[in-house]
């Protein structure tokens, strides 16, 4: 008969009508200023960069200025310039820190490339997105002072991803100790051994002076690590 | 209707069709439709040429959404122009990657995974589902149903971004897929959600077929609207769900077997009369059997690694050579063509948008049909000026 098809559509829209005042699933709205949909950890949107200490987050910016984010990002929204000057990194190397790091955030895509590249976990991708001015220049123009968020805060966002990076880091930078205690050791007994063999205590000295100072730069840094490390896992908990 | 020497024939793109210039029929009227028009889908301008009511004459204009896109990958690495392939088709993205991927992993002879197989098709059958549902939804807005199906529709589609999300981080701009697997392995809450999401959506599409397919208004609207022959789409290179609706059996899921497309039993739908009607049935007919294929994935899904060990992210420097990887995307045949030259960039990148080639038959579908009809045939070709344009 003409018009079933009709009848029985409407009978469709009455079932959602009638539904949508108490089902939820036929009412999915959500009002979204007063009310917020969780976001998944996954979720990306523009990058950040990681520091391992809030207090000084410029100090301990785990980004070296090694600049493949720069030279992979597809829209080379990305600028960096080096620094003159080397800072030790978390694993007390000396190293390098980028002076200029610039995010141009109206360019970038939200791709994650330059999280996928970054092999020291300097970059992250952010939950933040109400981020609309009413300039399209300066605002959307972040420097590294900007663009710098702590660890706890990486943690807060993406517990389980913020875990394995830490997990990681630490079994680098236990390697790393490792590696330089053995070295250490071989140096003394080195040292010793020449000390032994020419018998006089004043050429020991120059060769012993280097070796605990450098054992304090590894260790002074790996002391403060697992504390802030520590506590992200507490906020997460 | 008869010849008059007062009647000169207007020429057009394939087709010769009478005017009638006397003084009771008046003067043929050109409309442009578009850019700027809600049933163009986007950035679309149609000048249709009319004789009264009937469309005599119908050019399509389009480029307003150029972005140079295949300039700008033989201008970024490899990896580089993976995030640039969501933008082309961005209700498709997923799909879009697989293509590409697909196309460097020919070129470098890159294994993938078996798991990252599995997600690859899992995903592809999210994105069908997906596109499918809205296209019907587009199709009723055009028809001038403003509103209820597309809303149902979107309603169904938040449910699949939602899991797009919480696995590539992004709803459309996914960015999943890399060269030798996927970039994150997804958890077993997440395929459950999946599953979940697999065994609801077969009833919503019988409740959103008990609202439209048998809805008279829509037969009157769109059954003998746009009739397409087997002939002339097979000549014209059209692919997908608009060939299959004219009865060709073409689905390179078959034909090629790509992935582990093999391993899956699914019918291929195909349409008897190639109208604007079988064409948005094939759609909710492919949903379907998306559905089987899923329930079938997600059931044998091994465990094991998502990415190939050995596969590289960066730093790509394929042997000089070609290479052409072709799937089934949900609006046709998406291929990505690759010259390598030896060096990080690709020396030629070039795309085979299903869009693209679909709409050049524009013209002739709508010869002879009201300026209301060309609007439905046009929403029929489902069509996404991201990839159109390019």
């Known amino acids: 008969m003409l018009g079933t098809g009709i009848l029985k559509g409407l009978a469709v829209t009455a079932r959602n009508l009638t539904g949508s005042f108490h089902d939820p699933a036929r009412f999915t709205t959500t009002q979204y200023p007063e009310e917020r949909t969780v976001l998944p950890d996954n979720y990306r949107n523009f990058p950040f960069l990681v520091s391992d200490d809030e207090k000084d987050p410029m100090g ?86 900007q663009l710098a968020k702590p660890n706890t805060y990486f943690h807060r966002i993406r517990p389980t991803e913020a875990a394995e990076v830490d997990a990681r880091l630490d079994a680098e930078r236990k390697a790393a100790e490792e590696k330089a205690a053995a070295a250490a050791a071989a140096a003394a007994a080195k040292a010793s051994q020449a000390a032994a063999a020419a018998k006089a205590p004043p050429p020991a000295a120059p060769a012993k002076v280097p070796s605990p100072a450098t054992l304090e730069a590894q260790a002074k840094p790996a002391a403060e690590r697992p504390d802030s490390s520590a506590g992200g896992i507490k906020t997460q908990a | 209707m008869i010849e008059s020497p007062s009647s000169p024939l207007i020429e057009s793109a394939g087709s010769r069709v009478r005017a009638v210039q006397d003084d009771f029929h008046g003067d043929l009227l050109e409309i442009s439709m578009g850019p700027h028009h809600p049933s163009t889908h986007g950035v679309f301008r149609m000048i249709a040429t009319l004789d009264g009511e009937a469309i005599v004459k119908l050019k399509p204009v389009f480029g307003y959404l150029h972005r ?30 697989w293509a590409y991927a697909l196309a460097v992993e020919k070129l470098i002879g890159q294994p993938v995974p078996e798991r990252a197989e599995y997600v690859r098709v899992i995903l592809a059958e999210l994105t069908r589902l997906q596109n499918h549902t809205c296209l019907a939804g587009f199709l009723m807005q055009d028809c001038g149903c403003s509103g209820t199906p597309l809303m149902y529709a979107f309603r169904e589609r938040e449910k699949i971004l939602d899991l797009f999300e919480s696995l590539s981080g992004s709803r459309m701009m996914c960015n999943y897929q890399r060269f030798g697997g996927c970039r994150v392995d997804p ?204």
Not at chain 1, 75 to 95: L, R, T, V
Not at chain 1, 135 to 145: H, M, Q
Not at chain 2, 68 to 90: A, F, I, Q, V, W
Request: aromatic share 8%; with cysteine; glycine share 8%.
């Open chain 1, 60 to 145: 301990t910016l785990r980004c070296v200025a090694c600049q493949i984010c720069e030279k992979e990002c597809p829209p080379q929204c990305i600028y960096i310039e080096k620094s003159k000057d080397k800072k030790p990194d978390a694993n007390g190397k000396m190293q390098i820190y980028p002076a200029i790091f610039d995010i141009d955030i109206s360019v970038c895509m939200s791709c994650q490339i330059c999280v996928e590249v970054c092999p020291f976990e300097a970059i992250k991708m952010d939950h933040e997105f109400e981020i609309a001015t009413s300039n399209r220049f300066n605002p959307l123009l972040l420097n590294r002072e």
């Open chain 2, 68 to 97: 140079n896109h295949e300039k700008l990958g033989e201008n970024t690495t490899y990896l580089g122009s993976m995030p640039y392939t969501d933008r082309l088709d961005y209700l498709n993205s997923m799909t879009n990657n």
């Open chain 2, 187 to 390: 958890p077993s809450e997440w395929l459950e959600a999946a599953r979940r999401l697999t065994e609801g959506y077969g009833a919503f599409l019988d409740e959103y077929e008990a609202l439209l397919t048998r809805n008279e208004i829509l037969m009157a609207r769109t059954q003998g609207v746009g009739r397409l022959g087997p002939e002339l789409a097979v000549n014209s290179g059209i692919t997908g769900p608009m060939l299959r609706a004219t009865g060709v059996a073409y689905d390179i899921r078959k034909v090629d077997g790509y992935g582990i497309y093999p391993r899956f039993t699914f019918r291929v739908p195909l349409g008897a009369h190639g109208d604007t009607y079988d064409r948005y049935m094939i759609r909710i007919l492919e949903a379907r059997e998306s559905i089987s294929i899923l329930r079938q994935a997600l059931k044998d899904i091994p465990a094991g690694p998502i990415m190939d060990p050995k596969a590289k992210l960066r730093g790509l420097r394929p042997k000089p050579g070609e290479a052409y990887g072709r799937i089934e995307g949900p609006k046709g045949e998406i291929g990505f063509y690759l010259i390598s030259d030896g060096s990080p960039n690709p020396y030629r990148y070039r795309i085979r948008p299903p869009s693209f080639v679909n709409l050049t038959l524009l013209e002739d579908l709508c010869l002879g049909h009201t300026v209301a009809d060309a609007v439905v045939i046009l929403g029929s070709i489902d069509i996404v000026l991201g990839e159109v344009d390019r």
